[in-house]
């Protein structure tokens, strides 16, 4: 029991100042060191094409509909929300069915706050001490983090020259490598290229006893995710993954909220695949880690499907656009199915970024070294950037 006169003094402070405390070594994982948190510079400039957000904020109705629906949900917030979220995927399954035609049941859909957690799970089923995830860069930055975190080892095979993969050569790193997971981007971050069908059907016929050994000795698949975070801006005759999955239960396909469908702010990404794989990520998940909140409002957005989905028609025809111009300008530009285009070579891209950005024209500098990554804006976010990059490049 405390003596002594007066309220007690509080003794914890919120900054450690003293030597005392700052002397105090935390016990930091080896490996982590030194290490920045993952993430793009957020600059408070007029045109921001450096993330691949969908540039159209949500409409009136469809903020009118997710405040109804938050406040419902709101009314029963001292209740842990739906730990399986049944409803959430039977809708994302018929977003699916509508978006590529492939029918997939509520039980084949799993979700997480982002694709990027979706794919965390993934690892942390599937990867691990002695196992191997195998990807092909230069692909989103994301995944070796997701290997390091998991402490599974992260192998690369490469790309071509014009950054697509050869079938071929992904199929002798499997053999060589035997990965518990595949990651495969398509379309591909940073360079917007698609993988055909063929090349990832490939790949899961390799991948079917491609993994590690099972307690058996036996090998078991390696489970091959198609990241499809873009798909929705894929080009016309471009196939979703999607269409292989009845023939392939280890292929796994990522998609998100965050991208074409305009709602990034929201953190809602999800993946189809066989109900075994996911009975494996409710495994790993943490307890309701879907929010009431998120779910209702997930919902709420996925009842305006049809409208946020014209802007994507529209997205693609300024992207194709803006390949187009750049061209003209004898530019680089891989061949995009995305939301954006990979472009060069500039022989110093610092300078061309940081042109950029004193004309109030934010792009990200990701990629092979002298190519510089831009975002498909609103038409008027396209102008600007083109009379910047006219200005500080000549072109
Ligand atoms: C943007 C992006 C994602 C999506 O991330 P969320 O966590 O769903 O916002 C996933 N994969 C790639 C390759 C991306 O570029």
Request: net charge negative; hydrophobic share 40%.
């Amino acid at each position: 029991m405390r003596t002594g006169r007066g309220p007690a003094r509080p003794r914890l402070v919120g900054v450690s100042t003293s030597a005392e405390i700052s002397g105090v070594r935390l016990p930091l994982r080896p490996g982590l060191e030194g290490l920045e948190p993952y993430g793009a510079p957020q600059l408070d400039v007029p045109v921001r094409l450096n993330v691949n957000e969908n540039p159209h904020p949500p409409s009136d109705a469809v903020v009118a509909d997710i405040a109804d629906a938050v406040a419902k949900a709101a009314r029963g917030l001292n209740r842990y929300p739906d730990r399986d979220f049944d409803e959430l995927r039977a809708e994302l399954a018929e977003y699916l069915r509508v978006e590529s035609g492939v029918t997939v049941a509520g039980k084949q859909i799993w979700a997480a706050n982002g694709s990027n957690e979706v794919m965390l799970h993934l690892l942390l089923a599937y990867g691990g001490p002695g196992r191997v995830v195998l990807s092909f860069p230069p692909t989103y930055s994301m995944y070796p983090e997701y290997a390091r975190d998991t402490l599974t080892e992260w192998v690369t095979g490469r790309r071509e020259e014009d950054f697509t993969l050869d079938a071929g050569h992904a199929v002798a790193q499997i053999a060589e490598h035997r990965p518990s997971v595949i990651l495969l981007a398509s379309p591909n971050n940073p360079t917007g290229t698609a993988l055909s069908l063929e090349t990832v059907d490939a790949i899961c016929v390799a991948a079917r006893d491609g993994g590690p050994a099972g307690p058996d000795g036996e090998p078991t698949a390696a489970v091959v995710v198609v990241d499809e975070a873009y798909g929705e801006f894929r080009r016309e005759g471009t196939p979703s993954a999607l269409t292989l999955l009845e023939r392939h239960p280890h292929l796994a396909v990522a998609r998100t909220m965050s991208k074409a469908f305009g709602m990034a702010g929201l953190r809602l990404g999800y993946l189809a695949g066989d109900p075994r794989i996911v009975n494996h990520l409710r495994v790993v998940r943490l307890p309701y880690h879907l929010s009431a909140v998120t779910q209702a409002a997930a919902l709420a957005a996925l009842r305006h499907r049809g409208e946020l989905m014209t802007q994507v028609a529209s997205l693609r025809a300024e992207r194709d656009a803006l390949v187009a111009w750049l061209r003209e300008r004898g530019l680089r530009v891989a061949d995009s199915d995305a939301n954006f285009v990979l472009t060069g070579v500039f022989p110093d891209r610092h300078q061309v970024w940081n042109g950029l950005l004193e004309r109030g024209v934010l792009v990200r500098e990701v990629g092979p070294d002298g190519w510089l990554r831009v975002s498909v804006g609103t038409p008027q976010e396209m102008d600007a950037f083109k009379a910047a990059l006219e200005e500080v490049a000549g072109k």
